[in-house]
Nanobody, 130 residues
Framework: EVQLVESGGGLVQAGGSLRLSCAASGFTFDNYAMGWFRQAPGKEREGVSCISSSDGSTYYADSVKGRFTISSDSAKNTVYLQMDSLKPEDTAVYYC???????????????????????WGQGTQVTVSS
């Protein structure tokens, strides 16, 4: 059974940093896409960043580019999201998600489409105070 467990959320002042972790079990990081999404109250879930375990390529939403860094540790089956220079507008519940990369998956097209991911974590709250 695939399970994703996020951790690392919390309350931080604007300009501060947090590192989110997503511990995966039930599969190995072989040819999977791992994504981070977030959802603020009253807003739709949006893609933040994703990484391909097959070639290590990374992608970021424009709103977080230059401030967030995604990485993975295959030995620990864990994906991280380092969030620096946090802003109040980054406040949201952050989710990690995954799916196996298949012939019908395109990182460039599907990377931030939540409906394309098969497994989700329970989410971790990030609150940035001004």
């Amino acid at each position: 059974e695939v399970q994703l467990v996020e951790s690392g959320g919390g309350l931080v002042q604007a300009g501060g940093s947090l590192r989110l972790s997503c511990a995966a079990s039930g599969f190995t990081f072989d040819n999977y896409a791992m994504g981070w999404f977030r959802q603020a109250p009253g807003k739709e879930r949006e893609g933040v960043s994703c990484i391909s375990s097959s070639d290590g390529s990374t992608y970021y939403a424009d709103s977080v580019k230059g401030r967030f860094t995604i990485s993975s540790d295959s030995a620990k089956n864990t994906v991280y999201l380092q969030m620096d220079s946090l802003k109040p507008e980054d406040t949201a519940v952050y989710y990690c998600a995954t799916r196996r990369i298949t012939t019908i998956w395109s990182m460039t097209v599907h990377r931030f489409k939540s409906g394309r991911y098969d497994y989700w974590g329970q989410g971790t709250q990030v609150t940035v105070s001004s």
